[in-house]
Every structure is written in structure tokens, then in C-alpha cells.
């Protein structure tokens, strides 16, 4: 295809190519199907002298080969990847960084909207870190296919927020442009564009056959080009047709196809041959060819293709799959797609696991067995990508098939697994029917596993006796059998059981099985067991600790594409978050999980977050100086948490959320009868270890509120020691724990409340400089009542530097700031530019209210940055 009217762009592209030794970037080039945009990259890169180019393919597959274009990238570069299934994300983006780090290199990735999932998520690591390597990342994709769900917008996202990332759109052809292609025809320029709307394939796909009538689509402007081939010939055309990927070389003899007929069907210029292999030159082409074989022709040619790549010994399960689809041969598509699902979950793409096991299971015979089996192999699938409620459908039929076909292996290993999935659904209830259903045959070899699932819901209701029955049970079976996954199970649940209950050693212990787990491929449980550290330690108000395991811990989900722990994790980052005064990044985070349709168990912690932060904010007094709107939200979010509470039934589930309600009644000045659960909520867990610091939160609220008094005596309650302090009167020694601990609210409202004016007054003033105008109205009132004097409303609040509304990026680099490091050493660590890194650090002081970096530094404690 000629290049017309692109010269803008040709040397957009070739400034950023010469320029990638001093700084790597990325452009996206986006149009609709047939713009020009492979033209356009061809042209470029072609003849490059200033890089190496090194070029990967996506492939129109109905469910994407995991790491298709990067394996071409790579194996260009002489990096290939090892056959030993090393294709976690993160060790791949990190074999290409290497890969590229010493040549100036032109990595181009063509037809993204086919890209799969494992290769984004490279792609999206290479992104980030692409402005230290000198390397041009070119991507290519068409707007129109990329909806809002569509595997390619996470990096499309992550495009849009670096500085060091473009997009250029490639725009329909003008008339004289239009009238350039047809310069050797008599064909009309202005009908030949109405009828194209200036599509760059289009119209050089006419005006290669000018004396042909006039098409009325691509498909007729293509099928032109096959006119005077022989029948033979046009069937080779065909068969090429069929394979979304370029055919192998060593393929052709297998096909029947033979050098002469090459030769004549080159003539036609739809094909090309690259490093792959022979395959059409443009996907349209190709396309309307296979649109064109005869009505019932193309199952043929598919079985032709597919009996000769397996005569070759393909391993290629993905594209073995797309032909036995094609070729309606039920048996080989099922056969193959179990074996691309299972891959693909190996990479990491589970999104495409589901895709692949899905269409095994649509293509199984009435083997009652192997539909059982496939549906576990599915449910587990949906049960990593948060697709619960399909989850739950494919293993309630797995659970009957078993049933019926008289497996009890088979039906105690779903129970099993239908209980971790119902328990993420927060149906506690369930969970436990089934995990009691899975652990009633001691024979089964699902038994150990069923009985440490039965510890763990156990465990996370604070019910130390059943617990410690399933675990011992569990850990003689799998010592029986060496099981290493059970026993591994049963060490974090043990170690996490006496964390909470207050045994400090445990700790480390904990740390060290989710190391172990991860080491041993275990990911899920690995991810799991930093999930419950991290959320006994914000329990336990160790913030700065849980901070340091969710730094590490959220990587590792999303590296290893661990939706549901990626999710409860930025839960309880913004619960950190939120403890810390950092409201508008508690919001983010809290935002963004919901969003994304998380599941039920991880959705409780951001509903609460988005509840309380709306709460403290309203204006004036609560509820009653609002629009209503805002009132509206803090109902919503905490009456849904709640909710999920009440299905989960576990105490350090519910306690907190009582808490907010509470809370919520305190501000409002409001009654809500679900208090009337307090007395019996804490007189129900008074005897349960580990529970002092939700019962110390839930009675120092209801002491606030003076729902409790001539109640529950608090005094008999194990209380951890802040709030103990503020129930005994001591609230200027219990904001000092809270400062230290590095919770500014707390440390405020406790300070409010105290009996000394001026303690109380400055916790007001706190409140105000967090931006907790109805706290702080509220406060105000009660100041009053106790003919306190009351500073002006927001006397100091523009004076007082807060982290609150800094976002999590923002924050990373205050961190940074307050630890010393300079704006090139910053950009460094984030792998950013040194342009950026200042913009950043701008905007951290502008926020902060603080002229200079040392006063970043000085007050780092202060701000919760340590």
C-alpha cells in the first residue's frame, strides 16, 4: 500500500526512533481496519538505521495464544523463552528489559486488538519502565474494536497517564489524497471516497483493479485479485485463509502445496511472507477470502490445516483449537481446548483459561466424568477472574455430575472447592455447608484438604475451638500423604489464628509460609496468607507494618494475576489509608475496587472506607446541612457493609461496621436501631482472644454516643490499651498513642473529647485540617455543651499540612521526598523522567501546603509518611 498524507506522522515516528538512546517512549498508532496503520509502521521501520526493530504479531484467535507477540519480540531479539513454562508476567517483562537494555530498539506490536491478557500485562510492565531503556515501544491497534472490557485497556489506561506515551490516530483519507492512489486510473476521486470513506485499503485495493466495476466493499475489491486464478490455486488461497496465523513454511508440502503454485498465487499481492511464515498481507484480505469459500467448504479446509500441524507435531494447543472449531470436530476441539485453557492459566491469562475451558465444555460428548471434571478446571477459572456467580454455577453442576456418576473423590473435592468459592461470595453459610460436605468421608482424598478449609472459615470467625479440631485432622492427613499444600495451609492458618489472638512471634511465621507458598508456585495461597496479615495488622493498628506487606504483596497479585487477592488487598490499603488521614487516596483505592464489580468479600472494607470518608465530610451538622446526596452515599455504602457483615459472621467483620454505624448516629444526632446490637455484640465476644481492639473501638464509640452507659460495664472488658485509656478518662495520653501510631483522626476525635479545653480545642482544629467538617462540627457542639471556648471554624485548617489528599502516586513520591532523594534519583525509583518526577513533587508540596523538600522531611512522621 502507498503512503499518502502521512508525512506528519512518518516523522513523528522517526524523531522519536533517533531519539530513544537519551529516552525511551511509547506510541500508540490507532484507525480503523485498513487506515494504513501497518503501512504506516512498515514504512518507518523498514530501513531503520538508528534501531534494531524487532516486531511481534497478534493473531485474530477466538481466544488469544498467551504471550504470542512477545515470544516473536523476543525471539528476534535471541532472548526466546525457556519451554519450562516461565511465563509469569513479571519474569517475562523482566527478560525483555534485559533483552533491550543495551541497543536502541524498536519493539513493534501490530493488530493489538487481538492481544491476550498475559502479554498486556508485560507490555504494561515494559511501559512503565520503558523511559530508562533505549527503546521505542510502537503498538498498533483499531479504536473501534477496544470496548470498555477489552483485555487491551489496562495498558491503554496506563498509556494515558505517562508523560512519555503518544497517540497518534490515523484519520480516513481526503479526496486528494484519495485522487493521489487513483493518479494511473480514470476512476472518480470523489465517488471512489464517498463510497470508501477515505479508507487507505479500500481505495488501493481499487485502484489496483481500475477496470473492474466499481466494488461495494472491501470483500469485492479483494476477491478482484483472485479472479483469474485457477481453481486449484484459489483453494490454496483458501486454506491460507483459514489460519489466523501465519502458516509455516514447513507446513506447506503437508498442505499439498507446492512451489509452482506459490509462485502464481504471488502474483496476486494479497500474501506476504515473513520470519512466521506465509499470511496474507492485511487481515481484511484474508478475511474476505475466507468469507468467500463456498457454502459448507471451510470445515474442510480447517481439518486439512488441522491434520497437517498435528502431522507436524504442533504444540501450538491454541491454534490446534481454532481449527478443530472450525472443522467441527467436537472430540479434538474439546481435547485441545482443555489443554490451551490449562496453559493459559500457567501464563497467567485466565481471562482466556475461562474463554478455552468454556468451549471445551460446550463441545464434550455425554461423558458425564469429563464434564464434571472440566467444570471444577472452569469454576476454579471464573473463581480467579471474580466471576463468581459463574463460578458457583459451574461447580454446583460438577457437584451433581460426581454425585450422579458415584465419584466421592470428585464430589468431596468440589465441595471443597464450592466452599472457598461461596465463602468470596460472602455466603458464609453456604461455604460451610459445603466445607462440612466435603470432610464427611474420611476416605476421600479431598479430606485433608476439606478439613483445612473447615479451619480456615473457623479461623476467620474467631472460633479457636473448631479450628484447632479441623486443623489437627488435617495436618495428620497430609502428613500421612505428604501433602505439601495442606500442611503449608495449616501452618499459615495456625500462625494467623495466634497472631490475632495476640502472639507476636507469630508474626514473622506467617511472613515466612506466604514467602514459602509463593517460592513453591502456590500463589493463591501465598497471596492469601499476606492477605490476613495484612489485614490483622491493620486490626492490631500496626499501620506502618501493613503498609510495608501490601507494598510488597500487591505487586505479586497482579504479576501473577490474582484478581481477588489483588482486590482485597486494595481494600485494605485503603483502610490503611483511611486510619492515616490519606482520605483522597483512601478513595481511590476504594473506588477502583468497586468498580471493577469486585467480589463480595473484598468489597465490605471499601464500602465501609467510601462510607466513613463521606460521613466525616458532609457539611455542617451531619445529615441535616446536607443536600441529601452526600447523606444518601453514607447510607448506601454503610448500610451495604452491613450487610455483607452480617452474611460473613465474623466478629472482626461486624464490630467494625457497628462501629460506623455509630458513628454515623454520633454525627447525625440521629437514632438507628440496629445500636441495639451493641450490648449483645460485645458481651458475645467479651470471652473471644484477640478481639480487644474492635471491642475497644465499638465501646468507646457507644461511650461517645452514650448509648451504653448504665449498660455494659467496659470496665470488665480486655480492651486494647488506646481505647481503655480514653474510657478511663485519659484522652490526652490516648491521642499521644494514636500520634505515634500514626493515626491522625483518631488522635483528633480522642483529643476532642477530652475534659481539658485546651486538648479538646486543638483536637477540633486537627479535625478541621483533615477535612472532617461534620467530626469537627459535631466536636464543636460538644466544646460548647461543656462551655469550653470554641476556635472559628476552620481557623486553622489552611495552615495545617495533611497528607489527606494525596493520591497513592503522590504519596509514593512524598515518601521518596521525605527520605532525601533527589528528582533524578526519584525518577529512578519510579521509572519515570526526571521532568515528571519534578512535576510530581510540585504538586506533593502544593497539596501539602510546604514550600521546600527539607520541611517534607523534617515533619515526615508528622505527615504519616515514615
Known amino acids: 500500500m502507498e503512503v499518502v498524507e502521512r508525512d506528519p506522522q512518518i516523522a513523528q515516528l522517526r524523531r522519536a526512533m533517533r531519539s530513544v538512546v537519551r529516552r525511551g517512549r511509547v506510541i500508540a498508532v490507532t484507525g480503523e481496519p485498513g487506515a494504513g496503520k501497518t503501512t504506516l509502521l512498515r514504512a518507518v521501520t523498514s530501513a531503520s538505521e538508528s534501531t534494531r526493530v524487532a516486531r511481534g504479531l497478534c493473531d485474530p484467535l477466538a481466544t488469544p495464544r498467551p504471550l504470542g507477540p512477545v515470544r516473536d519480540v523476543l525471539a528476534e531479539l535471541g532472548a526466546a523463552l525457556p519451554d519450562d513454562g516461565s511465563t509469569a508476567p513479571a519474569e517475562v ?74 497517540t497518534i490516530t490515523l484519520s480516513p483519507l481526503s479526496i486528494e489524497a484519495v485522487g493521489t492512489l487513483l493518479r494511473d486510473t480514470s476512476l472518480d476521486p470523489q465517488r471512489v471516497h464517498r463510497i470508501t470513506a477515505g479508507n487507505a485499503f479500500y481505495v488501493t485495493e481499487i485502484a489496483r483493479h481500475p477496470d473492474e466495476e466499481l466494488p461495494s466493499s472491501v470483500r469485492d475489491a479483494v476477491l478482484a485479485s483472485t479472479s483469474s486464478v485457477e481453481d486449484a490455486d484459489l483453494e490454496v488461497l483458501q486454506i491460507i485463509a483459514t489460519s489466523p496465523d501465519a502458516v509455516d513454511d514447513r507446513l506447506l508440502p503437508l498442505l499439498g502445496i507446492d512451489l509452482p503454485q506459490l509462485r502464481r498465487i504471488e502474483s496476486t499481492g494479497l500474501l506476504n511472507r515473513s520470519r512466521r511464515g506465509l499470511a496474507y498481507r492485511h487481515e481484511l484480505a484474508r478475511l474476505a477470502v475466507a468469507d468467500a469459500i463456498p457454502l459448507g467448504g ?50 497467567g491469562s485466565h481471562t482466556e483459561a475461562v474463554a478455552f475451558l468454556a468451549l471445551a465444555l460446550s463441545h464434550l460428548d455425554e461423558d458425564r466424568s469429563e464434564q464434571a471434571r472440566v467444570l471444577q478446571l472452569l469454576s476454579n477459572e471464573q473463581y480467579m477472574v471474580s466471576r463468581l456467580p459463574d463460578a458457583v454455577s459451574s461447580i454446583s453442576t460438577a457437584i451433581r455430575l460426581w454425585d450422579e456418576i458415584g465419584d466421592a473423590d470428585g464430589v468431596a473435592a468440589a465441595h471443597d472447592r464450592g466452599a472457598v468459592i ?63 499444600l495442606v500442611r503449608l495451609r495449616c501452618d499459615i492458618v495456625t500462625a494467623a489464628a495466634n497472631l490475632v489472638r495476640g502472639s507476636y512471634d507469630a508474626r514473622a511465621l506467617l511472613e515466612q509460609h506466604a514467602q514459602t507458598a509463593l517460592e513453591l ?106 443536600d441529601g446526596s452526600r447523606a444518601a452515599t453514607v447510607a448506601g455504602h454503610l448500610d451495604a457493609a452491613w450487610e455483607l457483615a452480617a452474611r460473613l459472621d465474623e466478629p472482626l467483620a461486624r464490630l467494625p461496621v457497628l462501629s460506623a454505624l455509630v458513628e454515623q448516629a454520633w454525627v447525625n444526632d440521629t437514632h ?17 482472644p484477640g478481639m480487644g481492639w474492635a471491642m475497644g473501638d465499638l465501646a468507646v464509640w457507644a461511650d461517645r454516643i452514650a448509648l451504653e452507659r448504665g449498660g455494659i460495664d467496659t470496665r470488665n472488658l480486655d480492651l486494647a490499651e488506646p481505647f481503655r485509656l480514653e474510657l478511663d478518662g485519659l484522652h ?50 460538644l466544646l460548647r455543651s461543656k462551655g469550653f471556648p470554641v476556635a472559628a471554624r476552620g481557623r486553622r485548617a489552611s495552615t495545617r499540612a495533611n497528607p489527606s489528599g494525596l493520591t497513592n502516586r503522590q504519596l509514593d513520591v512524598a515518601r521518596l521526598v521525605a527520605r532525601g532523594l533527589t528528582n533524578a534519583e526519584l525518577a529512578e525509583q519510579l521509572f519515570i523522567s526526571p521532568k515528571t518526577a519534578d512535576h510530581h513533587v510540585s504538586a506533593v508540596l502544593t497539596k501539602l501546603g510546604l514550600r521546600t523538600r527539607r520541611e517534607v522531611a523534617r515533619r515526615s512522621v508528622e505527615l504519616g509518611l515514615d
Open 672 to 688: 438507628d436501631e440496629r445500636l441495639q446490637a451493641i450490648s449483645p455484640t460485645l458481651a458475645s465476644v467479651s470471652s473471644t
Open 422 to 484: 461461596e465463602y468470596y461470595s460472602a455466603r458464609r453459610v453456604a461455604a460451610e455447608r459445603h466445607a462440612r460436605l466435603a470432610a464427611r468421608d474420611p476416605d476421600t482424598a479431598a479430606y485433608a484438604s476439606a478439613c483445612a478449609t473447615q479451619a480456615y472459615l473457623a479461623y476467620r470467625r474467631n472460633d479457636d475451638e473448631a479450628a484447632d479440631l479441623n486443623l489437627r485432622a488435617a495436618r495428620e492427613r497430609a502428613e500421612a500423604t505428604g501433602d505439601e
Open 298 to 347: 471451510a470445515p474442510a479446509l480447517h481439518a486439512r490445516m488441522l491434520a497437517a500441524l498435528e502431522q507436524f507435531g504442533s504444540t501450538d494447543v491454541a491454534l490446534l483449537t481454532h481449527h478443530a472449531r472450525a472443522a467441527h470436530d467436537r472430540g479434538r476441539t474439546s481435547r485441545y481446548a482443555v489443554l490451551a485453557g490449562t496453559e493459559a492459566a500457567r501464563a
Open 93 to 166: 517483562g523482566a527478560r525483555l528489559a534485559i533483552a533491550l537494555a543495551d541497543q536502541a530498539t524498536t519493539v513493534v506490536i501490530e493488530d493489538a486488538q487481538w492481544i491476550d491478557e498475559a502479554s498486556v500485562d508485560v507490555l504494561r510492565f515494559l511501559a512503565r519502565r520503558v523511559e530508562t531503556l533505549p527503546t521505542l515501544l510502537l503498538l498498533s491497534y483499531r479504536a473501534d474494536e477496544i470496548g470498555p472490557g477489552h483485555t487491551l485497556r489496562p495498558l491503554l489506561g496506563d498509556l494515558a497517564r505517562l508523560e512519555h506515551a503518544t
Open 521 to 626: 508456585s502456590f500463589d493463591e495461597l501465598g497471596t492469601t496468607a499476606y492477605s490476613n496479615l495484612s489485614a490483622i495488622d491493620i486490626e492490631q493498628r500496626r499501620y506502618r507494618e501493613a503498609e510495608e506487606v501490601l507494598a510488597r504483596s500487591i505487586p505479586i497479585t497482579v504479576e501473577r494475576d490474582i484478581p481477588l487477592c489483588n482486590q482485597w488487598q486494595r481494600g485494605m490499603r485503603a483502610r490503611v489509608h483511611l486510619h492515616r488521614g490519606r482520605w483522597a487516596a483512601a478513595e481511590e483505592d476504594a473506588r477502583a475496587v468497586l468498580e471493577e464489580g469486585a467480589a463480595p468479600l473484598a468489597s465490605m472494607w471499601p464500602h465501609l472506607v467510601l462510607g466513613l470518608i463521606a460521613l466525616r465530610r458532609m457539611d455542617g451538622a451531619g445529615a441535616e446541612a446536607d
Open 732 to 781: 490526652g495520653v490516648a491521642a499521644q498513642w494514636w500520634v505515634r501510631a500514626g493515626a491522625p483522626f483518631e488522635s483528633a476525635i480522642t483529643a476532642a473529647h477530652s475534659a481539658d479545653p485546651v486538648t479538646a480545642r486543638l483536637g477540633v482544629e486537627e479535625l478541621e485540617s483533615l477535612g472532617a467538617r461534620a467530626t469537627a462540627h459535631r466536636c464543636r457542639d
